[in-house]
């Protein structure tokens, strides 16, 4: 790994309370496949919970309160997640972390996202959790710049990737969901959830 990245490989249980919390998100506030503020449509469809939701619009991207959908404030964060975050990024090496964001994306086939970083948080002090849920994916870790070839890291699901530190702004990306090879490349529709925990306020 990049110094500073960690993959704790299958830290994410999937016990029915794990399943249950994630399935409570989008009932409150339903996926959306967000516009970026050029407006194209993103090909994963988001959601959040916590005090803040990530979002992009012709205005930016940003953290707010409410859900522009529904007009409510996120729904709260399940004590399972917040307490998944905590203990990854501790076993990470970043005891004290306190996520007040859960961005949710949920992959369908083909959906990916591009190169970015994550800049819109206020404390940069404080790392990123990732969560891989349903289907395995490849995630390209940039780090510092944009270019070159990334270093690539398939991610299984109850994979948790933690950066922070040096790695912060780091920039990555992440390809689409991979079919389940028990499935033969057949019938069934890869879907990839991502959690993504942040200290955005
Ligand atoms: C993100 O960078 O926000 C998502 C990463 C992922 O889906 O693994
Ligand atoms: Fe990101």
């Not at 506030?29 to 803040?52: D, E, I, Q, V, W």
């Not at 940003?62 to 964060?77: C, I, K, N, S, V």
């Not at 948790?160 to 912060?168: D, F, I, K, P, S």
């Amino acid at each position: 790994m990049a110094p500073e990245v960690v993959l704790l490989h299958g830290f994410a249980e999937p016990t029915d309370d794990l399943v249950a919390a994630v399935g409570s998100i989008p009932a409150a506030a339903p996926f959306r496949h967000l516009k970026t503020p050029g407006g194209k449509p993103m090909s994963a469809a988001m959601t959040n919970c916590g005090a803040l939701g990530w979002v992009s619009d012709a205005r930016g991207y940003r953290y707010e309160p409410h859900d522009p959908l529904t007009g409510r404030p996120w729904p709260a964060m399940p004590g399972v997640l917040r307490e998944l975050a905590q203990r990854a990024a501790a076993a990470a090496g970043w005891p004290g972390f306190d996520p007040d964001c859960c961005l949710v994306n949920r992959y369908a086939q083909g959906a990916r996202m591009g190169a970015h970083r994550d800049a819109d948080e206020r404390d940069f002090s404080q790392p990123i959790v990732s969560v891989t849920l349903g289907a395995a994916a490849t995630f390209l870790w940039y780090g510092a710049r944009r270019a070159g070839s990334p270093l690539r890291i398939r991610l299984v699901p109850g994979d948790v990737l933690v950066w922070g530190g040096e790695a912060r702004r780091g920039y990555h990306a992440v390809g689409p969901p991979e079919a389940d090879l028990l499935d033969g490349g057949g019938t069934a529709t890869p879907v990839r959830i991502n959690l993504t925990f942040r200290k955005a306020g």
